[in-house]
């Protein structure tokens, strides 16, 4: 059962209303439950169990030090693709030999970092990468574990802006590159060749395209055994999508048997790099109607969360389902849910049939994963709360940004510029 549902009339996050926490922590809010996190990872562990393999959540989903504990807690290991999230991974309680970092633009002073708290595994996204990670190794006397990320030329099936398997993507190295990329990397003194990795895209909800991707690199796994290259691991990267609407998202094990059976028979520890996952449907955003425009051409509710909240309607056309707090009686009208920012894309949901009246709560559904990590302060809008949720318990996780915190890195001109 989710962990958001409605009780007499009133939706709830686990055991607490969604009204008790507006009354607590204001709106607009993140309310995120940590028994959906911990079931999410638990599907994955379960269909694991009895494999050598770990599941490294991609920090990019939501960053949160709560979210991150919590799964730390319950073994998961962390991708991460900058200092920042290796910061937030190590501060959150994360063993450093579970994180694996990834990311086209790794700099000299991040791979330092990594290098130093000795990383399980650096996703190499280029041969100039490689070249950079093997100075920056040797000049501190240390040897980086490496992968490749290999770019399979396969299509995801999934939003443009969220496929990055395609050849005309940044990401990875050409396939036919590979090969070539592996037999310098296993050439260089302050390298050591430890895995080979493969991400092809986001929010993907046919599995088919990532037994595609596997098959295509296990035949480099192959070729570089026969040339004395032998692999540890195989990082399956993260991409399996969730629900949002009405999709038909595939379970956890219908998405990782077919892969399993592929590498059963192979000495191959199996990485994951799952974000939107385990993290998507754990959270919400609260917010509040504050005022109703009914109009001749569209009904406007004015909301008081907005697209530097959740910029995935705005910036993908995405959906989010919109759910009343304590849903009311009467005719429902189509509204266009949208925040106070001054753009025109600053909607949340569009034409959403609904009975509400000013000063109604609403839930942003399927909030957890890329929303508040990517929330802005456009408009001079502190950014909202984070709060938890864990039983009859809610735990403020982030508080609300002040404005002051907007500008205090700010300053004006000397008082003698004229
Ligand atoms: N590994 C790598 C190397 C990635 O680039 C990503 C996501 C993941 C793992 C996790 O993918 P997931 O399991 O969450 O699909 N902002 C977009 C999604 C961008 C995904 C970027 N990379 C959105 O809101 O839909």
């Known amino acids: 059962m989710s962990a958001f549902a409605s009780k007499n009339g009133v939706l709830h996050a686990e055991s607490v209303s969604l009204p008790d926490i507006a009354a607590r922590f204001g709106t607009p809010c993140w309310v995120y439950s940590r028994r959906s996190l911990e079931t999410a990872l638990d599907e994955f562990q379960q269909e694991l169990l009895g494999i050598d393999s770990l599941v490294c959540y991609a920090v990019k989903a939501n960053s949160n030090l709560a979210v991150l504990d919590v799964l730390a807690r319950r073994g998961a290991g962390f991708d ?212 109703l425009k009914p109009g001749e051409v569209k009904n406007f509710a004015i909301v008081d969360a907005a697209m530097n909240d959740l910029a995935r309607p705005a910036l993908y056309g995405s959906w989010h389902d919109i759910v009343p707090v304590v849903p009311r009686q009467g005719a429902a009208l189509p509204w266009d849910v949208v925040g106070p920012v001054c753009e025109s894309g600053d909607f949340l949901g569009r034409g959403r049939e609904l009975v509400l009246a000013a000063g109604d709560l609403l839930a942003i559904m399927s909030a957890g994963a890329y929303s508040m990590a990517m929330s802005s302060n456009y408009n001079s809008r502190p950014r909202a709360a984070e709060v938890m949720v864990d039983g009859t318990r809610a735990h403020l996780v982030r508080r609300r940004e002040t404005v002051e915190e907007l500008y205090a890195l700010e300053q004006r001109l000397p008082a003698d510029a004229g």
Do not use: W
């Not at 000049?139 to 396969?154: F, K």
């Not at 299509?155 to 398997?165: C, E, F, I, K, L």
């Not at 094990?253 to 994951?272: E, I």
């Open 80 to 291: 991460i693709v900058s200092a920042g999230e290796l910061q937030r991974v190590l501060a959150a309680g994360a063993d450093p030999r579970q994180i694996v970092f990834s990311g086209v633009g790794k700099t000299v002073a991040e791979m330092e970092l990594a290098l130093t708290i000795g990383i399980l595994c650096f996703n190499v996204e280029s041969a100039g990468e490689l070249e950079r990670l093997n100075t920056v190794a040797g000049s501190l006397g240390r040897t980086a574990p490496i992968s490749l990320r290999v770019n399979p030329d396969v299509d995801a099936r999934t939003h443009p802006y969220v496929s990055t398997g395609l050849k005309e993507n940044k990401f990875g190295v050409a396939y036919e590159e590979a090969l070539t990329l592996y037999r310098q990397a296993a050439g260089l003194a302050n390298l050591e060749v430890s895995g080979i990795d493969c991400h092809i895209g986001s929010q993907l909800l046919d599995p088919a395209p990532f037994s595609e991707a596997l098959d295509k690199v296990l035949v480099l796994v192959d070729q570089l055994a026969a040339d004395g290259i032998v692999l540890h691991h195989i990082d399956l990267g993260g991409g399996l999508g969730i629900r949002y609407r009405d999709e038909e998202a595939p379970t956890v094990k219908a998405y990782l048997l077919p892969m399993l059976a592929k590498l059963r028979q192979r000495q191959l520890r199996v990485l994951l790099e799952p974000g939107r996952r385990l993290v998507g449907n754990a959270g919400l955003l609260l917010t509040r109607v504050e005022y």
